[in-house]
């Protein structure tokens, strides 16, 4: 075997464990209105749909921290892609949200995770995307 067939055998493979349902989408900047006290939330543009593969990472025990006057506890998240996936512009950028939008796990739908950083490399078996949990 050589190394092209064994990474196309290994991406099956990790294509097959991928159970999650994903929307991965970029959140433009919302607007305030001074009269109403509101803001509008900025357009959504979806840059991928489909599935993938969500887990929590082991070491990652929750660091509090305060946005606002609200108490957060971030955890991180690795989100699989398949490695083949592409978006617009070719990168995800920090801040990008994914949103899982069905699971196995029904406790994982709705959950909205936000892009810390992505990894490239052409001998991966899917497209490995580092995540925080902001709720």
């Avoid at 999650?20 to 509101?38: C, I, P, S």
């Avoid at 070719?90 to 950083?117: F, K, N, Y």
Wanted: hydrophobic share 35%; charged share 25%; proline share 4%.
């Amino acid at each position: 075997m050589n190394l092209d067939s064994i990474l196309a055998s290994g991406r099956a493979a990790a294509e097959e464990r991928m159970r999650d349902t994903v929307r991965m989408y970029a959140q433009a900047e919302g607007t305030f209105d001074r009269g109403t006290g509101t803001t509008t939330p900025g357009a959504q543009t979806t840059l991928y749909t489909g599935k993938a593969r969500v887990k929590a990472i082991a070491a990652s025990t929750g660091q509090e921290t305060t946005a606002g006057e609200r108490e957060l506890v971030l955890r991180e998240y690795e989100v699989h892609l398949p490695w083949s996936t592409t978006v617009p512009g070719g990168r995800v950028l920090p801040g990008t949200r994914i949103e899982v939008t069905a699971s196995s796990d029904p406790r994982m739908a709705g959950l909205v995770l936000w892009v810390t950083g992505t990894a490239f490399t052409d001998q991966s078996t899917a497209w490995r995307i580092r995540t925080e949990d902001r709720s």
